[in-house]
């Protein structure tokens, strides 16, 4: 009977202590004291030598636990793990405080790319645009085991959203770099070559040919009255079908244009910047999301345990019902109640199983993984950390860390050098001009003819009509948007941080209360089925311990999972956790 009841316990398990005795549970669940909120180095060293004392305590009481309870009950007192930290609740100062060693139990830190070990089939396919075509493309091959720390790691490699925000920050970088182009001069070449026969110049070429026939004859008549000898000069006119080479090459630099230039590099640098942050906000963001699906996996898998243990416990009922029916000590009520008992049980522990399958599925999804494999959980459900900061301090790091804030900052710093170049049209620009250009016409007698020019440019848009006073105007008002979209975002920061800090309080609270739930009902459900066994409880009764055991179970579960998501949303509310 002790052994049915014992293996529902969930598998739940202290983060750092990895000891579980009923003694060390009731004792942090009666204690009321706190620490301060500035912990000395003595005092660490005083924690931490208090806390290897319970545990040796704990360490002897477990036999003597495990001789009163069984095997069965042995492996759930493993699995059931106590926990060993105070809650702290100040005057002015709100903290979550372990018992022992406050350095050991510090908050889960971001690790750098690559220090997680990721197997390479786990990546996928390099070629974005590829889509199975075939049924057998999509069919599940492999089952792989995922750390939460594994799932973040691939997740910061093949999420799709990180990895366009980083080609968009990639973007940004080559329009910083268009920008910075008009700090150098522009040059530009031309080049022409022009050939054809026109009608024209068909009539233009004969003409001159008679004349210069006539010219000849002339000078040859006037040679011959003369006694000269006369001497034909050669032909200069071209065929009217030449070809013809003209080219220009130009040189042109802004030197002075009213600030535009410096302004327009600016607003690029603030865009790559704002670019850049947003990769950041979203890999928080990331982090958060993955955690978040990974303890619904994590939840669902406890809830389809809780189920079979549930189903479990309902068929030793059904067959208690059975056997007390048989012996003339029962009655075909009581066995009707234990047989729509399992069924509901069975019917609980179908959608359960529907429900884990949904969310491995749903991570998968976020991780990219490839087409044939899925995923399970490989953490236990424990504690994933402490917060060890008071909430005021929370709150003026989150101030100090997200990336959101300063992004409505660039944001501001954008509109304020987009007004600047929108005022710089109305001022002169002034450019300093090269120009050399040549020409060649094949066959026309003459040789290559080049020249070239130097000089200034100026420009100045008297009047324009208020335009550029109105595109001031709009970026004026667009720093003021962003200004007010920074307050907002500010408030609406210190209320995740707020409202984090506050769960996580409360969750804490609950995973002690929860966890004395699941000893009780256990204790309750074993008493129930000793009374019915010896026919002075009802079938009634074993049902009603049996439903509140099932949901202790649950309770205890959501309580460290959702104890767990508070802790992930208060680490993205206050983000940039440092590096061990």
Not at 440 to 459: E, I, Q
Request: charged content about 25%; hydrophobic content about 40%; aromatic content about 4%.
């Amino acid at each position: 009977m002790s052994a049915i009841v014992c293996a529902g316990m969930p598998r739940i398990a202290n983060a750092k202590s990895g000891v579980a005795s009923p003694e060390s549970s009731s004792e942090a669940m009666k204690s009321n004291q706190s620490l301060p909120a500035v912990v000395q180095k003595s005092d660490l060293l005083l924690s931490n030598q208090r806390h290897k004392e319970e545990q040796r305590k704990a360490d002897r009481e477990l036999p003597l636990l495990e001789s009163a309870t069984g095997r069965s009950g042995r492996q759930s007192d493993r699995n059931i793990k106590a926990l060993t930290s105070n809650h702290q609740v100040t005057k002015n100062r709100r903290s979550l405080s372990p018992t022992n060693n406050l350095m050991a139990q510090n908050l889960p830190v971001k690790r750098p790319p690559g220090a997680v070990p990721i197997p390479n089939y786990l990546t996928p396919n390099p070629n974005p645009l590829q889509f199975p075509t075939r049924p057998e493309e999509v069919n599940i091959e492999l089952t792989q085991p995922l750390t939460l720390e594994q799932a973040i790691e691939l997740a910061e490699r093949n999420n799709r959203p990180l990895q366009v925000a980083r080609l968009q920050a990639e973007q940004a970088q080559a329009q910083l770099r268009e920008a910075r182009a008009a700090l150098y001069p522009t040059v530009d070449l031309n080049a022409d070559v022009q050939g054809g026969r026109s009608a024209e110049n068909e009539f233009g070429f004969e003409r001159d040919q008679r004349r210069r026939e006539r010219e000849i004859d002339a000078a040859r008549e006037a040679a011959r009255q003369r006694g000269e000898t006369f001497v034909e000069p050669p032909e200069q006119l071209s065929e009217p079908g030449a070809l013809s080479l003209s080219g220009t090459i130009q040189a042109q630099y802004s030197l002075v244009d009213g600030g535009r230039r410096n302004a327009q590099i600016r607003a690029a640098q603030e865009r790559l910047r704002s670019a850049q942050l947003a990769v950041e906000a979203l890999s928080e963001q990331t982090r958060l999301d993955v955690s978040n699906a990974y303890y619904d996996l994590q939840l669902a898998d406890e809830q389809v345990r809780i189920a079979e243990s549930a189903v479990r416990n309902a068929q030793q009922s059904l067959r208690d019902a059975i056997a007390l029916e048989q012996a003339g000590l029962g009655t075909r009520f009581d066995t009707l109640r234990a047989q729509v008992q399992l069924a509901n049980q069975n019917q609980l522990l179908v959608t359960n199983r529907a429900q884990q399958q949904v969310n491995r599925r749903q991570l998968a999804q976020i991780l990219s993984l490839p087409q044939s494999i899925n995923i399970v959980a490989a953490d236990p459900v424990e504690i994933a950390g402490l917060w060890n900061l008071t909430l005021e301090e929370s709150i003026v790091r989150a101030f100090q860390n997200r990336a959101e804030l300063e992004q409505q900052l660039a944001q501001r710093n954008v509109a304020e050098q987009q007004r600047r170049v929108a005022l710089a049209t109305r001022r002169p620009q002034v450019s300093l001009v090269a120009n050399y250009n040549l020409l060649d016409r094949f066959n026309d007698g003459f040789g290559l003819a080049d020249g070239y020019t130097v000089g200034a440019r100026l420009n100045w848009n008297l009047f324009d009509g208020g335009a550029a006073r109105a595109r001031a105007a709009q970026e004026e008002a667009n720093i003021e948007i962003a200004e007010t979209q920074f307050a907002d975002r500010r408030n609406l920061i210190r209320f995740q941080v707020e409202q984090a800090f506050y769960n996580l309080n409360a969750n804490f609270q609950n995973i002690q209360t929860a966890r004395l739930a699941v000893t009780q009902a256990a204790e309750a459900l074993r008493l129930a089925r000793l009374r019915f066994q010896a026919g002075v409880g009802t079938q009634t009764e074993v049902i009603d311990a049996e439903n509140d055991l099932t949901e202790a179970q649950g309770n205890l579960v959501r309580a460290v999972i959702d104890y767990n998501r508070s802790l992930a949303t208060l680490t993205r509310s206050v983000s940039n956790i440092p590096l061990p």
